[in-house]
């Protein structure tokens, strides 16, 4: 039981960690835009940019992630959304920001995409439901 928890302790953590940056993130965007007297139009369509992006991520990148590995793709997704984010920080544009949105889609998509292959490795098919609830409860 013990080896079952060090091989998933590490990417549950990940990803809890990586929803509470992202829906604080999110909403401080939206905060953000509203204070620089951004329309509602462009502050739903920089949301909606976020999806699709994530939409083209679990379509695209399994190609990626098979070429390069669960490690390197991790930190590479992880790397790329957290400068774009830090981007988002350093200019305020509305055109930029939905641009910056759909990468880091993009690269969300490919972190759930990684977490969850990974957790699915690591795991024997007895375990592996037992896991996956575990996985909706911190992504939850």
Known sequence: MTQLLNKI???LASLFILMLGNGLFTTLLTVRMQLEHVSAWYIGIMQGAYYAGMVLGSF???KFIMRVGHIRAFAAFASVATA???MQGMFINPILWIALRLVIGYCVAGLYIV???W????TTVKVRGKVLAIYMMALY
Do not use: F, T
């Open 9 to 11: 302790l590490a990417p």
């Open 60 to 62: 695209l990148c399994e």
């Open 84 to 86: 774009l984010s830090i």
């Open 115 to 117: 977490i969850e292959s």
């Open 119 to 122: 957790l699915l490795a690591g």
